[in-house]
């Protein structure tokens, strides 16, 4: 028997999947967007159905051209509707990529993108909106959780 209950369309909530990426010295890999104040961790919106993971990991592939696996939570922050839909996003561990990693943005007429860095991390109040560095400066105060698709850890 099905509950209709469960069949009704749920309330609308954006998921943000985000990567935090740290050089061998710990600083922070931003990305500049063109569209709002301040830099932000790489990342963006999730697809119908597609694996938040997966979704992190795209948008950081699209943005910076780095390739990792996402597979650790570190920080996940609800923030209520204002002028846009309440959003729950999700910042997952990208790990530490080696000194001199190339970063590739794309033209910002693709990529809405005005460049990336990696920022020390005492240093993100400085770059980013309040509440965007207070996001990040959780994620790196953190453990990580493991990332599970319907009960086992994600692949």
């Keep these: 028997m099905q509950d209709p ?13 985000l990567a935090l990426v740290r050089n061998q010295r710990g600083d922070v890999l931003l ?24 979704a ?23 923030t209520p509707a204002d002028r846009y839909l309440e959003r729950l996003t999700l910042v997952f561990d990208g790990g530490a990529v080696p000194d001199g990693t190339q970063i590739t943005v ?4 693709q990529s809405g993108l005005l460049g990336a860095r990696f920022v020390p991390a005492r240093s993100l109040p400085d770059f980013m909106a309040p509440s965007q560095a207070a996001r990040a400066a959780e994620a790196l105060a953190n453990r990580s959780l493991p990332v599970l698709l319907h009960g086992q850890r994600a692949a």
């Excluded at 209950?5 to 999947?17: E, F, M, N, S, T």
């Excluded at 063109?34 to 993971?53: C, F, K, S, W």
């Design 5 to 17: 209950r469960l069949l009704a369309k749920p309330p609308v909530c954006r998921l943000g999947c």
């Design 31 to 54: 990305v500049d967007p063109d569209y709002m104040d301040g830099m932000i961790l790489p990342g963006g919106a999730a697809r119908p159905d597609e694996p938040p993971h997966l």
């Design 56 to 78: 992190a990991a795209r948008h950081l592939h699209a943005e910076t051209g780095l390739v990792i696996r996402l597979a650790h939570i570190l920080a996940v922050d609800f």
């Design 106 to 109: 794309p033209a910002q007429r």
